[in-house]
């Protein structure tokens, strides 16, 4: 059987951390410029060397987005930017353009290189042409099956990586490449500044009618026509396993810690348990399935893998998410006393029951015993995101330890 690698997006350092403590076999980051995540909090230099650190301590990758479709103006600093990245030495740079991969192959000729969704990968061809220029690994567009997919890896040699995707947010442009952005907004997508517009209400209008909105569909909050439910491939990990991927990626790199944790340790549970047997696979379904439902989405589908998606995959009557849970804080250093150190990211008070995720798949429902600002002063209620907080919660604390609240179901 082939090795599997689980693939986590990182938006910031503590997030990387939280990925890979949580499951990940590698993660992607995006640096200060070229990726395609602008808005993210993305990565300094200083902080890419921590990251890679923390990475390989633990035994797993990091890998650098360079994924722009560039302009003119670009390529002087692209190549500078792989320069600076060559005394780094992430593990692989994941790109999209032909004159980026040259840069890269120019100024990095040892660096495995990855061939970024944004390329319209969707063929056997595509996939030896890159391999014959030097690609270790091409991730498949998103409009592919599993079928197509399992021809690909028929068609090309045994040592080149498929790299696709298994969870996450689905983009209604071919393979990532959106102009809506663009021309809605000013922002191109291409180049790392995307505005959702798919996520937006949309109504119809006449010409001679400026100011009447009239209603798509017979919904009275308009429709959603571009808004895809989020993929989500956990009831399906044999199928793509069998189909003959190397790594499955999770979309995500502007989800917080408690997102990234839950994802990760869903589909690791999931990949190490069907490696173990089939039975001890589908024997679990039912938790991970739940586990999943447990971080925001948008509804799940299987988007392309089993055919073109029809009506069912589209959402229409909202573009929010639904939100079962609310991430608390994650543990980061635990005191002589058993209290632990968390920087609070909602609000939750004394007496109040919440949730300690840990990486190792228990979930542990405590009441929260006491609320103690840095000056050792006990508080009723932690109101201020941001605060740091010592927490006494009554079990064993562990750093990396995450909590969060159950809000039954209700959405944002």
């Not at 692989?92 to 990855?114: Q, R």
């Not at 089939?278 to 991970?288: I, S």
């Not at 573009?319 to 058993?338: A, E, F, H, M, W």
């Amino acid at each position: 059987m082939r090795k599997i690698e689980l693939l986590m997006p990182a938006g910031s350092l503590d997030v990387l951390k939280v990925a890979v403590v949580y499951g990940a076999d590698a993660v992607y980051l995006g640096g200060e410029a070229f990726g395609l995540r602008a808005k993210a909090k993305n990565f300094t230099n200083e902080e890419i060397r921590q990251g890679i650190a923390f990475a390989h301590e633990k035994g797993a990758k990091a890998y650098i987005t360079a994924n722009i479709l560039a302009h003119n103006q670009d390529l002087a600093e692209v190549e500078k930017y792989f320069e600076e990245l060559g005394e780094i030495r992430p593990d692989a740079l994941i790109i999209s353009d032909p004159g980026v991969f040259s840069l890269a192959k120019k100024v990095l000729p040892d660096m495995d290189i990855h061939i970024s969704t944004q390329a319209n990968n969707t063929n056997y061809g595509t996939y030896r042409f890159w391999y014959g220029l030097g690609a270790k690994r091409v991730v498949s567009a998103r409009e592919l099956s599993l079928q197509e997919i399992r021809e690909i890896r028929d068609h090309i040699p045994g040592d080149m990586e498929i790299e696709s995707f298994v969870h996450g947010a689905m983009c209604i442009s071919y393979s990532g490449r959106c102009l809506l952005s663009s021309y809605l907004a000013g922002r191109d997508a291409n180049r790392g500044s995307c505005s959702h517009p798919c996520r937006w209400k949309y109504f119809l209008t006449e010409e001679t009618r400026p100011g009447e909105y009239m209603p798509v569909a017979e919904n009275e909050r308009g429709t959603f026509i571009f808004n895809s439910k989020d993929l989500c491939m956990i009831s399906h990990i044999p199928e793509m396993i069998e189909s003959g991927i190397d790594s499955f990626k999770v979309e995500g790199r502007m989800k917080t810690a408690l997102y990234v944790a839950v994802v990760a340790r869903a589909y690791r549970k999931a990949i190490d348990d069907y490696q173990k047997g089939p039975d001890v696979y589908r024997a679990n379904l039912d938790w991970y399935r739940a586990e999943v439902g447990k971080c925001t989405n948008r509804q799940f589908t299987t988007g392309f893998y089993f055919g073109k998606p029809d009506e069912a995959a589209q959402i229409y009557g909202s573009s929010t998410y639904v939100k079962n849970y609310t991430y608390l804080g994650t543990i980061g250093q635990v005191l002589p006393d058993g209290r632990g150190r968390a920087v609070q990211k909602n609000k939750f008070s004394v007496g109040e029951k919440v949730e300690v995720m840990k990486p190792d798949g228990r979930n542990l429902e405590v009441p929260v015993r006491g609320i103690f600002n840095e000056q050792g002063e006990a508080m009723e209620s932690a109101p201020h995101a941001g605060q740091v907080l010592y927490l006494d919660l009554g079990v064993e604390l562990e750093p990396f330890d995450i909590l969060r609240r159950n809000e039954e179901g209700q959405g944002e």
